[in-house]
C-alpha cells in the first residue's frame, strides 16, 4: 500500500512546519498573539495579517536542534516588507546565540513586497547579510522551495546564499519572473503564459541540472523532510578559494550555453539523452537520471 503524501505545495507555512520538524518540538517566536504586522500597508488602505505572513521559531529535526521559518504565500504572495524582514534576520541573528545544528528557510515568495518599496530592499540586504554571518560561524543554513509562488528576486538570491537548497519539482527558482522578463523583454523573448516554457526554464529541474538547486523531491512534506535532514551536516565552504571556484564554474557554463536559446538544448548538451521527457519524469527516475550524468550512480 503506497502511504497518502502530505503535499508541500497544498499545505500553510505552519502545517509546513509542523510536518517538517519532529512532532510537537516546535515553538513559534512573535507568534499570532504579538499582532506584529507592517507599519506601511494601512497607509495605503491595504489589509494586513498577524503574523506579516512568516512563520519563525525553533524546533527540531530528527532529535536535532534546528531554527526555522516559513512564508506563508497566501499573503501577498509571501512578499517581503519590513516586518517580515525583520523577523527573518532576527531569526537568523539569534542563531549566533544559540548555535542550532542548522537554520532551515522555507521560501515561498514573489520577492521584495513593492508595497514597502526601500524597507523591503533593506530588509533583503540584512537577511543575506545574516545568512552569511550564520554560514561564517559554522552553522549551516538550509532553504527549501516547493510553494505556489516560487523563489523569485531578492529571495532567490537569498536562497542561492545558503548551504543547501532542496526542491520539488513544483518550485520555481529565478531572479526575475515570468511576467516580469515578458514585460520587460516582450513576449516574443519571453511568453510568460506559456507554462511549459516557464517550467523548463525556472522550473526546479532545470535549475538542479545546471548545479543550483542541490535536492529534487517528490511533493511531500515528508520526502522534504528527508533532505532537510540529510543537509544537517552539509554544509558548503565559505571562503575566497570556495567563491573563485564558484565564479569559475558560472562563467564556463555562461560561455558554454550562451547561445542556446531553450532549455533542452542545454538538456541535451549535458547528456540527456531524451529531453522532451524531463518534464515529465517524477523525482525518483529524475535523480536517477543525474546521478547519471553526474557519474554518482551507486
Keep these: 500500500m503506497i502511504p497518502a503524501r502530505h503535499s508541500f505545495l497544498e499545505a500553510s507555512a505552519r502545517a509546513r512546519l509542523r510536518g517538517l520538524l519532529d512532532a510537537g518540538s516546535f515553538r513559534e517566536f512573535c507568534g499570532p498573539s504579538r499582532r506584529l504586522t507592517s507599519p506601511h500597508l494601512p497607509a495605503l488602505g491595504m489589509p494586513v495579517a498577524f503574523d506579516d505572513g512568516i512563520v519563525v521559531g525553533e524546533g527540531a529535526i530528527e532529535g536535532r536542534p534546528v531554527l526555522a521559518a516559513a512564508q506563508?504565500?497566501?499573503?501577498?504572495?509571501?512578499?517581503?516588507?519590513?516586518?517580515?524582514?525583520?523577523?527573518?534576520?532576527?531569526?537568523?541573528?539569534?542563531?549566533?546565540?544559540?548555535?542550532?545544528?542548522?537554520?532551515?528557510?522555507?521560501?515561498?515568495?514573489?520577492?521584495?513586497?513593492?508595497?514597502?518599496?526601500?524597507?523591503?530592499?533593506?530588509?533583503?540586504?540584512?537577511?543575506?547579510?545574516?545568512?552569511?554571518?550564520?554560514?561564517?560561524?559554522?552553522?549551516?543554513?538550509?532553504?527549501?522551495?516547493?510553494?505556489?509562488?516560487?523563489?523569485?528576486?531578492?529571495?532567490?538570491?537569498?536562497?542561492?546564499?545558503?548551504?543547501?537548497?532542496?526542491?520539488?519539482?513544483?518550485?520555481?527558482?529565478?531572479?526575475?519572473?515570468?511576467?516580469?522578463?515578458?514585460?520587460?523583454?516582450?513576449?516574443?523573448?519571453?511568453?510568460?503564459?506559456?507554462?511549459?516554457?516557464?517550467?523548463?526554464?525556472?522550473?526546479?529541474?532545470?535549475?538542479?541540472?545546471?548545479?543550483?538547486?542541490?535536492?529534487?523531491?517528490?511533493?511531500?512534506?515528508?520526502?522534504?523532510?528527508?533532505?532537510?535532514?540529510?543537509?544537517?551536516?552539509?554544509?558548503?565552504?565559505?571562503?575566497?578559494?570556495?567563491?573563485e571556484a564558484e565564479h569559475a564554474r558560472l562563467a564556463t557554463r555562461l560561455a558554454r550555453f550562451e547561445g542556446v536559446k531553450d532549455a533542452r538544448e542545454i538538456w541535451a548538451a549535458l547528456g540527456v539523452n531524451d529531453p522532451d521527457r524531463v518534464s515529465d519524469i517524477e523525482a525518483d527516475e529524475f535523480n536517477r537520471l543525474v546521478a547519471v550524468l553526474e557519474g554518482t550512480r551507486p
Excluded at 537554520?103 to 518599496?117: N, Y
Excluded at 532545470?206 to 528527508?226: K, M, N, P, Q, S
Design 72 to 243: 506563508e504565500g497566501g499573503f501577498m504572495g509571501g512578499a517581503v516588507g519590513e516586518v517580515h524582514g525583520a523577523k527573518l534576520a532576527g531569526l537568523l541573528e539569534r542563531a549566533l546565540d544559540t548555535r542550532p545544528d542548522a537554520v532551515v528557510l522555507l521560501l515561498d515568495s514573489g520577492g521584495v513586497r513593492l508595497h514597502e518599496a526601500n524597507a523591503g530592499l533593506i530588509a533583503m540586504g540584512e537577511i543575506q547579510r545574516a545568512v552569511f554571518d550564520v554560514r561564517a560561524a559554522g552553522i549551516p543554513v538550509i532553504a527549501v522551495i516547493g510553494g505556489r509562488n516560487g523563489c523569485y528576486g531578492g529571495t532567490s538570491m537569498i536562497a542561492r546564499s545558503c548551504d543547501r537548497i532542496v526542491a520539488s519539482e513544483e518550485g520555481r527558482l529565478s531572479v526575475s519572473g515570468p511576467e516580469v522578463i515578458e514585460a520587460v523583454e516582450g513576449i516574443e523573448e519571453f511568453d510568460a503564459q506559456d507554462r511549459a516554457l516557464v517550467w523548463r526554464t525556472m522550473g526546479a529541474k532545470h535549475r538542479r541540472l545546471i548545479g543550483e538547486i542541490d535536492t529534487i523531491v517528490a511533493d511531500d512534506i515528508e520526502a522534504f523532510r528527508g533532505a532537510v535532514a540529510a543537509a544537517l551536516d552539509d554544509a558548503r565552504a565559505l571562503d575566497l578559494d570556495a567563491l
